[in-house]
């Protein structure tokens, strides 16, 4: 290792004390704020090193977001496994909002990946096939930015019931915020309703929760909105949250 090496990796790591600072005290000051001043805060804070992930299940992140900061990068995973529904409503997102949709894919296509690993790894593995296939990419397509902005909340999941507004991403060493973390779902679809959102359709088709086509299915009335996902599997996360 050269005196060179030992200088960035400081430089870095002094880096990451400071966004550690931010987010504590952020965490503190933004804990009851509504969702557009964290947006706002946020942009302010990281200008054009900010991103947002969207899942296209609907927009409503992306329209927030674009409210306060318009041209903003969207980061969308193309798994290679997704609903035409879920392509067609990234499609529309270009169209109809001011953001710049970027399509991050995988290292191996699909075909790929069943060359080396064999097929359906969805189903023998869920937790590697979503390692490969999402978390890896949006690791690698995060590298750019300081903070990214997620659309996750508390009442989705037993696992996400602890999300703060704006937290510490140890993992990725960066930022993340959380604008709707404590929304509910009345919240959601009153927003939608009231701002005429982009929806994809599968939503009115019994798809509360959507993600790949193989790893998700409809539910019934009553059942908790992610039991459509990896059923029967064991799993509840694919793993970019967490």
Known sequence: MTLVDIEIGLRQQRSAFELQDIVESASRFLADASALEIIRW????FGDRLC???????ALLIDLVSRVKPGVDVLFIDTGY???ETIGTRDAVQQVYDVNVINVQPSRTVAEQERDLGPRLFG???????YLRKVEPLNRALEPYLAWVSGIRRD???TRSGVKVVEWDAKRQMVKINPIAGW??????NYMADNGVLINPLHYDNYPSIGCAPCTRQVAPGEDPRSGRWAGMGKTECGLHV
């Open 156 to 158: 989705e999941a037993a």
């Open 82 to 84: 997704h609903f035409a």
């Open 184 to 189: 509910s779902q009345d919240d959601v679809d």
């Open 42 to 45: 946020a942009a302010a804070t």
């Open 52 to 58: 947002l992930t969207a899942s296209m299940a609907d």
């Open 124 to 130: 023998r593995n869920p937790d590697l096939c979503c």
